[in-house]
């Protein structure tokens, strides 16, 4: 097993009303302003700004807003919010929404403190300190709420990178699975699609890290029985409640212990697509990616790929692990193919370059320019 | 699924040569002295305390030293570490050792602020704050290094009491597996039940809160795989460290989440016992107590008894997982009754009051004094 370090400092406040615990939290950490970052305004039909204002107000809070992050969320709109957040002399900021909103916050937050924090992006500098960072969670999915990554993408240049730190845990994420339970099914089952995705990325590396590869499946299992459960019973609470937090588990660290960091060349693969398409959600997108990615990784790891098909899927074999895995998305929904969002085998070399620019990738297997079509191609 | 908190700072350092990082660590959180509290002196023979020394002198961290923490730690010795606290004017506390040693320093680091710890064990003063807290874990457990509980006896009073409080938990904990390759089997054996029992205390709490639940049935199986894999191969590294993690994610609150803060009524039946023999271990105690405990408790929450016969055990239902149990604990070494420790049918009326001194007991069911001498005599 591979020496590791864990740290995750973040606190979890979950359930239905954890919402009226967000001020006092605030206030507690002793900070008086913050800069409210939101989306596109489904939080204020969900319940969820409504209820976070009113926690700010009872605990005597202020705060200024920033509405219009959008999905992909772009370097643009965090340079708006980290001028505000000086301009209005905030003390801490507060993310209202899914994982689009939480990334931008993490890097208005840590932007606040440098000159360009896409510099960070670009591997030219560090970060060391940002603003104390508070969420309330609309949309699980990314696992943001509970880690210290974010993914901003840059338009003019079509970069859709990541950056992680230290100093970009939230202090407390509110989680209040209620608030989810008249999402679109689309997002739900994009967000399902995402954090399964995230849980492969670390366990594909996997050989012999018992403790975390078993947690891994009993949370890969948790999501796919989970979502299908909602797709009968869009109202089932217990099974949102599952899901919702088994999308946070994914990526909060523990399922990652010894797992070498992941392998996360799927992720950039997408990274690839969506940043040349923005409006593929990155969910559809590794929907997409990950069965491709698998069929073409499988021999480079073979007993876990066995493992894994075994113990998700209860299939013989990776192949046939893949069979279900796209029959199981396309129940729900999701495309499975980059076909049928009408990208075609022209475009795969262009994806492919975009994809390298952020440098080599991949554990299971270093990828060339030259791997990373061949796995489009099986995505076709 | 119930509404939770879940908040755990503790940043572990996992892995061979992880003690070269403690100096660092204690010196970036600006400490210069430091109370060494340790056990009875097989850590000199293991090397975690020349490590732990080495890395202190290269970082420049002064340290005095305390021997002699017992296992089944005891209220005098606290007071004794206090009071050299004081004296030395030490400004963290650094434990090096097992549970034991490390809940005394838990004990040491509150109590430094207090007129006298033992009021936190009665219920009657709160924790508000406590000497910063590292360690470097030499027996894998209790978890101790990453959570913020602490067990100790009161002696002349033959109780053996808990606390908890945020400020306990352990700001680094370094955990090196090597370090524990040649413990004698019959610790790692006490080490393996005790955190097992850890896992079953929340699990047999739950009825739908299916991340944890698959969680800990995860953390079940690698404890016992794992532990059968060290009594056949030694000295096999992996299946070392995967216990050791597994025995730190049994009782760090990971597994726990949503879990109603779980049952704890083997533990405090199991303190009843060693409150009177302190010369039982504590995992030897849990190892007897556990089986009766389930066998009269399985018709309170037979769906939850059933699913852990058939996901851990490979059982139709939990007697007959009760057997498998009992079976395996055997060849492991460990006694099962009662009666192997020469305790017989004339105790169990002053374990039971003794037990239920600590107040009223149990999630499950709640449990009458009659009911913990029903399970005793289970468990003869």
Same mark, same amino acid.
């Given at each position: ?39 596109? *305004? ?13 926690? =700010? ?11 219009? !992050? ?42 606040? +403190? ?5 510099? !960070? ?69 994009? *967000? ?28 890969? $299992? ?6 299908? $459960?909602?797709? @009968? ?16 588990? @994914?990526?909060?660290? !523990? ?5 070498? *960091?992941?392998?996360?060349? @799927? ?18 997108? =590794?929907?997409? !990616? ?9 021999? +480079? ?14 299939? $013989? ?24 969002? *009408? ?23 270093? =990828? ?13």
């Amino acid at each position: 097993m591979e020496n590791f370090k864990f740290w995750n400092p973040t606190k979890i406040i979950f359930g239905k009303g954890a919402i009226r615990e967000l001020g006092p939290a605030i206030k507690k950490h002793g900070h008086k302003k913050v800069l409210l970052l939101a989306g596109q *305004g489904s939080s204020k039909k969900n319940g969820a700004y409504d209820g976070a204002v009113k926690s =700010l107000q009872a605990a005597g809070i202020k705060w200024v807003e920033l509405w219009g !992050v959008q999905p992909n969320p772009v370097l643009t709109k965090v340079y708006e919010a980290i001028k505000l957040a000086h301009a209005e002399k905030v003390d801490a900021v507060l993310a209202v929404g899914g994982g689009s909103v939480i990334d931008s916050a993490k890097s208005v937050a840590a932007g606040f +403190y440098l000159s360009d924090i896409w510099e !960070v992006f670009e591997g030219r500098v560090e970060i060391k300190r940002a603003l104390p960072l508070f969420t309330v969670l609309t949309l699980s999915a990314t696992a943001s709420e509970m880690n210290q990554w974010a993914v901003l993408t840059k338009a003019d240049e079509k970069k859709k990178w990541a950056i992680g730190a230290d100093a970009l845990f939230p202090l407390v994420s509110i989680v209040d699975p209620s608030v989810q339970m008249r999402l679109p099914w689309e997002q739900t089952v994009n *967000g399902a699609i995402d954090a399964l995705s995230h849980v492969m990325e670390n366990y594909f590396v996997g050989t012999d890290q018992e403790v975390s590869m078993a947690v891994c499946e009993s949370l890969m $299992r948790t999501i796919i029985t989970m979502t299908d $459960r909602l797709q @009968a019973h869009p109202r089932d609470y217990n099974a949102r409640a599952s899901l919702v937090w088994a999308a946070t588990m @994914a990526h909060n660290g !523990v399922s990652a212990v010894a797992l070498k *960091g992941g392998d996360w060349s @799927a992720h950039k693969i997408e990274h690839g697509i969506s940043a040349i398409h923005p409006e593929v959600a990155h969910g559809t997108g =590794l929907g997409i !990616v990950f069965p491709a990615w698998i069929l073409y990784l499988r021999k +480079y790891n073979p007993k876990t790929f066995s493992r894994w098909a075994k113990q998700v899927w209860g299939a $013989r074999n990776a192949e046939s692990a893949v069979k279900k895995m796209r029959t199981i998305y396309s129940k729900w929904g999701a495309p499975v193919s980059l076909s049928e969002l *009408g990208i075609g085998s022209k475009e795969l070399k262009t994806i492919a370059n975009n994809a390298f620019r952020m440098g080599s990738m991949g554990v299971v297997k270093k =990828l060339t320019r030259k791997d990373i079509e061949k796995i489009l191609k099986l995505a076709l």
